[in-house]
């Protein structure tokens, strides 16, 4: 099992930046790839980022590409996701979630982070 924590939404103007963080503990050695969906009200859960492990192979969404970034340190089996230049669309509940390296979809999820953008 894993267990993961996210921490670091809240609510920022436009324009600025956030820093979200994902703390992970137990089996991760079983992990292939983790990142961040997003769930905004009335839509669909959607992919906004993951990285591999190891290796570190990253995968952005479109409407992400050159405003956030994900990061993983190993040491810490913590995840983060830096977004920079909010927009009111990327506000959402940000979710961590891993995948472990046999396993064809997300398979361990945390409880989730508000990330609200005001205009």
């Known amino acids: 099992q894993v267990q993961l924590v996210e921490s670091g939404g809240g609510l920022v103007q436009a324009g600025g930046s956030l820093r979200l963080s994902c703390a992970a503990s137990g089996m991760m050695f079983s992990i292939g790839r983790w990142g961040w969906y997003r769930q905004a009200p009335g839509k669909q859960r959607e992919l906004v980022a993951s990285?591999?492990?190891?290796?570190?192979?990253?995968y952005y969404t479109d409407s992400v590409k050159g405003r956030f970034t994900i990061a993983d340190d190993n040491g810490k089996n913590t995840l983060y996701l830096e977004m920079n230049s909010l927009k009111p669309e990327d506000t959402a509940v940000y979710y961590c979630?891993?995948?472990?390296?046999?396993?064809?979809?997300?398979?361990?999820w945390g409880q989730g982070t508000q990330v609200t953008v005001s205009s």
């Open positions: 990285i591999s492990r190891p290796g570190g192979s990253t």
């Open positions: 979630s891993a995948r472990r390296r046999q396993a064809a979809s997300y398979d361990y």
